[in-house]
């Protein structure tokens, strides 16, 4: 679980994400909350957060048990200019508009050159009759004109043959078809036929951080190593350095059970400001959880069949400009041979090679569905209190060893022959989270009674209640501060918060 995703994160994209979950929450939320939402590490949302309540109008709550809420304004106004902001956004929109015109680029060539051979093949059609090379040929000259408008209306969905379009001649060669419009703009298409659906590139960085900390406050903030695996579907040992990664991400600490079993705790991430809330979601179990690749192109076949065909008819007009006319003018030879040629080349090119490397991955993929589906009978044997045994038929034998190492399972050859295995590590694991849950209760940590508030001057507490909140906080900040010292910063709203981030 590295930090490399967040870590490469600007100041703003960083802000972007907290106040994505900022908004989704109404503007109030923990510390605790937002890491769940996002998956960044617990010291850079903490820090994202105090440098946002000098920048937006915010205010800063403070419980009784020195417990931090913030509270933000849901459109977000902010305090003052930030020059760096507005060239993030420029950037932003920069790079849509980028990928928007290399998609309309992309439809251009491919359209544009199809249009113009047809043109050209049009022209010399024209030619040829009037030189009287081909009498009769009334019929003929308006099949390129029909051809042409056929495959506008289809790719542009223009109603050319309307009363009033191309004439009765074209119309009785029009067949009669209803065909549902697509959803998607034709450049879209394109680029889907090329570079594989969007989604298949858009993936959240973030998504699997995002996933473990969703999964950690619903497990109450105690988890072991092979609750994680059973999710991940990691071996032990790469579920324990998952862990230990999210001890330090996540501000979290280890537990060792009288039994030596390690029980991972993150306190801080269950501190929820919304009492409604059920802390976190469990993901299913990794053997519920089949994987399947992406469409190829996301398009219908008959869309691939018309890019396909448009491509093909570019790619041979091109070959015959630049191998069955050497004599054509260098321009000419240059603009209708070799930069559609080399164009309907890669074009082609680029979902071949995708498609290759597809159907490598497909073999992947269908192991690891055979391998999770293997790993499901190993944590249903081992997770209810007791382990079961399991014999030789019940394992795949092409993961028996496999699994046997990755989980610290036992391995025994009975006196018939046969061989028998089983996995008490996951189940004394399963068996230590569990305690631990029970000892510490299976309700979040909600945001209690406000004590200090950066838009409050009156307090609720008495001074001993307020003496023993001092005390709570000294041990949270790590230093002697005292809720008096924190009033005494408090001089304007929109300065309160910012003093109290600097005390602590």
Avoid: C
């Amino acid at each position: 679980m590295t930090d490399d995703a967040a870590a490469n994160l600007s100041k703003y994209e960083l802000e972007d994400r907290l106040i994505e979950s900022l908004k989704a929450r109404d503007g109030v939320a923990t510390v605790g909350d937002v890491v769940s939402d996002t998956g960044l590490p617990y010291d850079q949302v903490e820090e994202g957060l105090d440098r946002m309540l000098q920048q937006y109008k915010s205010h800063l709550d403070v419980d009784d048990a020195g417990n931090l809420r913030y509270r933000f304004d849901p459109s977000f106004p902010e305090r003052g200019e930030q020059p760096g902001r507005w060239w993030h956004k420029t950037k932003q929109v920069a790079w849509k508009a980028f990928v928007w015109f290399f998609k309309i680029w992309t439809m251009v060539m491919l359209v544009g050159y199809t249009i113009t051979f047809v043109l050209i093949l049009i022209a010399l059609s024209v030619a040829a009759l009037t030189a009287g090379e081909d009498e009769g040929g009334g019929d003929l000259i308006v099949l390129p004109f029909y051809l042409l408008a056929r495959m506008l209306e289809t790719l542009f969905w223009i109603d050319l043959f309307s009363h009033g379009g191309l004439g009765r001649r074209a119309q009785r060669m029009r067949r009669k078809r209803h065909v549902d419009k697509p959803s998607e703009p034709f450049y879209q298409r394109i680029f889907n036929y090329l570079f594989g659906p969007e989604a298949e590139s858009s993936s959240d960085p973030l998504a699997r951080q995002k996933s473990f900390a969703s999964f950690v406050r619903h497990r109450d903030g105690r988890v072991t190593a092979a609750e994680w695996a059973s999710r991940s579907g990691q071996p032990l040992e790469e579920a324990e350095n998952a862990l230990t990664a999210g001890v330090m991400r996540f501000d979290g600490d280890v537990d060792i059970t009288d039994e030596g079993a390690l029980v991972y705790r993150f306190d801080r991430l269950q501190v929820t400001a919304d009492d409604s809330e059920e802390t976190g979601q469990d993901p299913p179990p990794i053997w519920q959880r089949e994987l399947s690749l992406p469409p190829l192109t996301g398009n219908q076949s008959s869309t691939n069949y018309w890019i396909s065909g448009l491509n093909a008819f570019n790619l041979v007009m091109s070959s015959i400009v630049v191998f069955g006319l050497p004599g054509l003018e260098f321009a000419i030879q240059v603009g209708l041979g070799y930069v559609p040629f080399l164009f309907s080349s890669l074009f082609f090119a680029i979902p071949l090679l995708r498609k290759v490397q597809r159907s490598w991955r497909q073999t992947e993929v269908e192991r690891e569905n055979r391998r999770r589906k293997a790993l499901g009978t190993v944590f249903q044997s081992s997770q209810y209190g007791s382990t079961e045994t399991l014999h030789e038929h019940e394992l795949p034998e092409e993961f028996a060893d496999e699994l046997v190492v990755d989980y610290e399972g036992d391995m025994e050859v009975t006196d018939e022959g046969k061989v028998e295995y089983a996995f008490p590590e996951i189940t004394r694991q399963f068996d230590a989270a569990r305690q631990a849950r029970q000892r510490t209760g299976d309700e979040a940590v909600v945001f209690g009674e406000t004590i200090f508030s950066s838009d409050e001057e009156e307090k609720s507490l008495s001074e001993s209640e307020m003496d023993d909140f001092d005390e709570r906080l000294e041990r949270e900040l790590g230093e002697e501060v005292t809720l008096g010292d924190l009033e005494e910063s408090v001089a304007a709203e929109s300065t309160s918060a910012s003093d109290y981030v600097q005390v602590k």
